[in-house]
């Protein structure tokens, strides 16, 4: 596994089929200029590797976790049940039900470990960065004004894509 | 962990509500007279559990595992991938979505790594172990032999029921 | 709005009908000894009062707020689109449709504004609550070794469990 | 935003992307000759411009309010909780789920705000505009004339295309 | 067919057991002051008592036709076909899909033709009604002003239930 | 409407965009020399035209109704509730929806008037028609022959496709 | 199998649970004096016993044969595949899924093979019947006179009750 | 049907256009060295043949039957209504619904048959394969072997791939 110093996000994802949706966390987590890695495991095919992830991420420092699934999606779920870090999950579209299966996979955890869970596919995967900057900016002035910048201006883009429409 | 000798299939579940239920698939254990167990254990409340149990069943001389499980329904997924026994998935009925989310969190199991899911619920948690006694009569001709009494039966039974509608 | 010093969870809901369900987020709060608020506001019925509430609550100290809303749930998105603090929201099962509208309604938020999806109804509450306590135990120690012992009390109760079982 | 005076109808979208089907209730309107204007403002990523819009729609003159909104589709709710004219809202199949998350977020509105819900995409788009005439010929003779042929030469339509099939 | 004078929304349903659902509704047209009739007929058991309701409803002076049906729900859709004024639908929950199939019924009308679709069940009925005030209150200040009311009332009880909850 | 002596089946649908599924009935009605017709009449767009076509087909000779509709599915309900003779429904995949509206509207009709509806487009295009020969072929013991034969190579063409996977 | 002679509709059903659904059918049948038999067998429990019925329907003179299943319904299907006489199919909703299960196993039947399906339950298994007549009708002119009185009742029905609402 | 000596899995389709989905599963087992066959045969064009095979199966020496299907998939279940062997039902994407009809028409088998259910489409196919070796390994050590370095397999090849991440 990739150890960098001062990593405080890791986005992880089942299979690098994977990888086009959750290119769109790791573009914003850039964007806001947040030190994060980029992981592969699988909750089925590399269940050791994922319990090795998730019980050392805390004590590497990574503060949020985006785990990005297809299917019966249990990879958020799974890392969530072995650390005590925020966990994120980005629900994919991998099959012929249009991520529902993944979707309900995700989201529905019974009482106990919670997965913080997002729309499905590429909105999901920005939305769960922006959910892992505003849980850092709780802790980090700088980046609460990044964050309000970055809200102001998809005001702003709404008023200039309205001017191109008249 | 209950370990009894000569125990063929283990019966798992991962909440005590689910008993009501999974008691099913233990009646027709019991009828048919395969040694079995009854265990609890979480995906996500006690995943070192259900590691050890995943792990260690097949040495233990457990030849199938009937898992049931509600909601976000990781846990059939993920004993399935630390064992190469055959696991056989019952979705459990325990939310307010009918148990469409348990049925797809069981069923949509990406390629390598297969649960051999039946129906959600009390009919679902029979044919679990009437699918485990299939398995077990593949090497085992007294239990083919009850199996097709009781498929017989069952015939039976229907034109029992005929002359009581007449 | 109730302004207590010190509050840094405000749990808010639409409809007092959805207090049973919020319920078990409080409690889960009062257990880890959270400073709370429950609050009532609606997106629709009382928008001002919603956007006063979003607009002021980072700055009166809360650092996470929990929204509870069924059927067309737009409470948490809406709040979520008036602050920089991180949003979680709980679909609640208000109508005919089992919760389905409220998840999609809260989840399906389009990119730029996220909102942390729990399950639907008194599990989505109480993991509202425990996704809460694990984002301010990113800095609070005595926090996250609350949170490792509620973690380790669930697999216990697991185990005391099974003895009765057997 | 753009006042013109005598604006009758707003056709309101929360993203440029949502035009190639509002525009189809653009084309309507521009048939039936109804001043109208074409707005850009998202419930989540604009909310002070959406509230501005809402709050004056009515004192600039406008009587029917149409908007298109896809995924968690809040706009038509928010805006309708915002001003007291009929608002027509338009789900858009805008994620992997067909269009169920921007039908059910739009039209399972709770009791208090009505949103008067279409079909998903153009054909909603056609009938929002079809509406907002019905609504407006109420008190205008002239229009519920053209309503008239219009229906009128939709059976004569069908007429024709039997002949050319024959 | 009830012929009183000054009638300004009809409620009709294709059933009697449509009326609990439906009585909300009227209940709202009552607060509201504004002259209503209560009309059963069937889309499919009553087609031509139910073409003439439509066929004559506009020079009875009706101003907007409220439908409440449930199952294959045809009948707004069929009421909409044969009048030019505003026809709003309530899908009613009358089967064991949970009103899916009346929202569907309802709400998926080809373009040419528009049902103004509420929520499913009671909160749609009420929601009807308003939407007919809220159309009857474009050219009737004194209805604008109840309208006005009733908002504002809406958001003091809420006010007034927070009280309580502290 | 076209009137042709002897004719048996009425193949109708709501718009000549779902002529391409249709046909699939068409072509099996000719393959089995069935007298039939094709038009094109409306629910919503032309409902005179509609009643008219229901209230004649009987007595021009028509025995079977076979109706392809999208969306909100009404066609063959309404035609249903305005003869005796059985009405066959094909559901089209005509929205974002996959159909299922369509097949909700056409299956779920209340109790007294029946529709018998076939699976979502080609393949129930197809069934339609062998069911209006199922239908027809109980006074008719050539066409039961033909039916007879047309089942028979079914089974034949599957051992064929057999040799041909070996 | 019990065979009176002039029986024209068998009333199939897979389990002794289904017949309080499937009564509504046979009280349906009775009211118009059809000749019936209610038959109990299983497409699952007692394959054989469903082929030998449905091999030998048509020479026992059977014209019309209603099947009701639920769950994953193969039993309407199974049936249709062994006879050329009209099969109709009533989803029965006996699972947690409200007979969405048994509607699409009954319905999406592939080319070749219709079967006539009704709505989910109580409704469907009145309209089964009243399909039936339908189909007899076409060469029973007696039956056809009840059939348009039945219609006509209907109608009134909805006038009697109107009058006692008003 | 092809009769080769020492067949111990049965591959069967209901239409040769499931053959590019069934292709995963042969694929795998040829991997693994199972000496198979791939059938073709309906349940509902071809009854008498499926029959035939499903009857002679067990004493041609199969010990597993996986069979592919999609729509209204009754194919498996017919199967395992008519033989003791384990039986795995793989659904296939056939119609406008996503595979959901074929999913819920295979696993929602009511109590005594059993149909072990794999995922829909390709991965469903692969894992009914692993599935099929999953069993015949508990009589097989060399199987087993395979199996376990298959698995250890899939998971070096996630971290070959994280390498090609970096």
Redesign the interface.
């Known amino acids: 596994?990739?150890k960098e110093t001062g990593i405080l996000v890791s986005v992880v994802m089942?299979?690098?089929s994977d990888?086009p949706i959750m290119k769109?966390a790791v573009n914003i987590l850039k964007e806001f200029g947040i030190p994060h890695e980029?992981?592969?495991?699988?909750?089925?095919?590399?269940?050791?590797?994922t319990?090795s992830f998730a019980g050392e991420a805390a004590e590497r420092g990574v503060?949020v976790i985006i785990v990005g699934a297809?299917?019966?999606a249990?990879l958020a779920?799974?890392i969530?049940?072995?650390t005590?870090?925020?966990v994120?999950g980005v629900p994919i579209?991998?099959?012929?039900?249009?991520?529902?299966?993944a979707?309900?996979?995700?989201?529905?955890?019974?009482?106990?470990?919670?997965v913080?869970?997002?729309?499905?596919?590429?909105?999901g995967a920005?939305?769960?960065a922006?959910?892992a900057v505003?849980?850092l900016?709780?802790?980090d002035d700088g980046l609460?004004e990044k964050?309000?910048d970055y809200?102001a201006n998809?005001?702003k883009?709404?008023?200039k894509?309205?001017k191109?429409?008249?």
């Open positions: 596994m990739k089942g299979s690098d990888l769109e980029v992981l592969l495991t699988s909750a089925h095919r590399s269940p050791e590797r319990s503060k297809g299917a019966a249990h779920g799974v969530a049940s072995q005590h870090l925020p994120i579209d991998a099959t012929s039900l249009g991520g529902l299966d979707l309900l996979s995700t989201v529905q955890m019974p009482g106990g470990i919670p913080a869970t997002m729309a499905i596919g590429k909105a920005r939305n769960a922006i959910m505003r849980i900016a709780l802790k609460r964050l309000n809200v998809m005001a883009e709404i008023e894509k309205q191109n429409l008249n």
